[in-house]
């Protein structure tokens, strides 16, 4: 088994999910309480990784913000190379590609809180802010639980996009996924079926723990 | 936000039904073609992906000879020899390293005494033509800190990988370069990374580079053949095969002069010629 491989997707899919729990929160409280009347364009925009295939993602990554493109050439200039064969570059791409994955669940823990709490809140002279963290958030803990161990699975999930920019090098793009792969290619079935097991039994794991933790968090997830 | 899951929903759902309409549809359409054509219906071809350029050409020739109808599927060897032991609806298989049909023969899964090396590929050093770096210089040109990426197929399946591979090693630079490989899963996928330009060099099959699709983009310098061996081509009918006759008929298509040339012309070596190999 390749505990390289296995330990990166663990990390890759931890940064995921700290950078959803900080990006996801402010677009989902937007998203949920916002009045603008454009504002359905914004949903649209969030849930579209659910419905794009990771090609799409992967093929803007390596070509639209490769180095014979204007906006790969400012990337590179910033940062002094492209997207595509690094961890950030997986990084960047599993962020936008979970995005949905944390934003909707959360939003609709925030949906589920009585208004009137928030009100009262305010009213009693609590600032924004202040009832954000110690109203709202700690009445839809449970969505935001839900949004953080979706992102994060997603991640250890993710494959396509990793094909297409990663470039497999080890311990900086090899992740489990696509090491399953490449045994899988190179007939090496005993250690594709060990890894595939172990990622199998692990989202189980997760998944169980979850539900069995928080009976509310998934429900969340699924309300129509 | 109820509104938009609805959405989501609708759209999923349209998708999912609409999805199996299509694959209907394209299914009678294909079986009407098998009826029409004469003689030998649909030929289904895997073939590795460095034969891509060559192999479309090939199949268009052989449909406008034969009237039959070649549906080619490009893509990794290795990918196509798994998918074929799981009993994938292949009737030929155009492999980039031979020992793969003759797994399958050993394995009984192919035509026996069907494998035939179709041809030897090559591979050389690409860079696009706006890169720095000069590839005339062989591989030493790679020893610049200037080339950060350097892309390769996945040695540990890909057949060019692994002469690439090969040949960085008997040169003595492989544990200098080693930091900078990237790995495409095919030899298509390297070298869409060095056209991209997300790569700076890239070491491919000579096949996609003189396509029309990149022979004018860049430069190549050709690997010398006694770096590594040589990359036999195996092709091979599939016992399973759907079609048999089809199969039968499109490997001899393989073995005519005419195929031999355009084969040629695409940058493999001749079947049956073997190059000659020395020790570096």
């Known amino acids: ?224 | 936000m109820k509104s938009i899951q609805f959405f989501a929903l609708t759209v999923l759902a349209g998708l999912a039904i609409a999805a199996p309409m299509r694959y209907a549809r394209a299914r009678n359409a294909a079986s009407l073609q098998r009826a029409a054509a004469k003689p030998c219906g649909t030929v289904t071809v895997a073939a590795a992906s460095d034969l891509t350029y060559a192999m479309n050409e090939i199949a268009g020739n052989f449909e406008k000879a034969t009237g039959c109808t070649v549906r080619l599927s490009m893509g990794s060897s290795g990918n196509f020899l798994t998918q074929i032991e799981n009993g994938a609806p292949f009737d030929v298989f155009f492999s980039a390293d031979v020992a793969y049909p003759k797994k399958l023969e050993a394995e009984g899964l192919a035509a026996p005494g069907s494998t035939y090396v179709y041809a030897i590929g090559k591979i050389v050093l690409w860079t696009r033509n706006d890169s720095r770096v000069d590839v005339g210089k062989g591989f030493s040109a790679l020893r610049d800190p200037a080339v950060r990426k350097i892309a390769i197929a996945n040695p540990a399946h890909a057949p060019y990988g692994r002469a690439a591979e090969e040949a960085l090693r008997h040169s003595g630079v492989y544990e200098a370069l080693k930091g900078r490989l990237v790995l495409g899963e095919n030899i298509s996928q390297a070298a869409e990374f060095v056209e991209s330009g997300n790569a700076d060099a890239g070491i491919l099959a000579l096949s996609l580079v003189v396509s029309p699709a990149m022979k004018d983009k860049g430069r190549a310098w050709n690997i010398p053949e006694n770096l590594y061996a040589p990359i036999e081509q195996g092709a091979v009918a599939v016992r399973a095969a759907a079609n048999p006759q089809g199969a039968r008929q499109f490997l001899d298509y393989i073995k005519l002069d005419a195929t031999v040339a355009l084969l040629e012309r695409y940058g493999f070596a001749l079947a049956g010629k073997k190059l000659a190999r020395g020790k570096p």
């Open chain 1, 1 to 224: 088994m390749n505990w390289q491989a296995i330990a990166l997707s663990l990390q890759l899919a931890v940064c995921v999910a700290g950078i959803l729990l900080a990006v996801g929160l402010p677009i989902a409280y937007w998203v949920t309480f916002s009045q603008w009347r454009w504002k359905f364009l914004v949903e649209a925009i969030v849930a579209l990784p659910l419905v794009l295939p990771p090609t799409v993602l992967g093929y803007y990554i390596l070509v639209g913000l490769g180095p014979r493109h204007f906006a790969g050439r400012v990337w590179q200039s910033w940062f002094g190379h492209t997207l595509p064969f690094t961890f950030g570059g997986l990084l960047v791409a599993s962020v936008l590609y979970s995005l949905p994955f944390a934003v909707q669940p959360i939003s609709a823990g925030f949906e589920a809180v009585d208004r009137r709490l928030i009100e009262a809140s305010w009213t009693l002279g609590a600032s924004r802010l202040a009832t954000f963290f110690r109203v709202l958030l700690p009445l839809s803990s449970a969505g935001a639980v839900t949004g953080i161990v979706l992102s994060f699975a997603h991640t250890i999930g993710e494959f396509g996009v990793v094909l297409m920019v990663g470039g497999n090098i080890p311990g900086v793009t090899r992740t489990v996924s696509i090491d399953i792969y490449d045994q899988a290619q190179a007939a090496n079935y005993d250690v594709a079926n060990r890894t595939a097991l172990a990622l199998l039994l692990f989202s189980f794991l997760v998944l169980a723990t979850i539900y069995g933790t928080n009976r509310r968090a998934l429900s969340l997830w699924r309300r129509p």
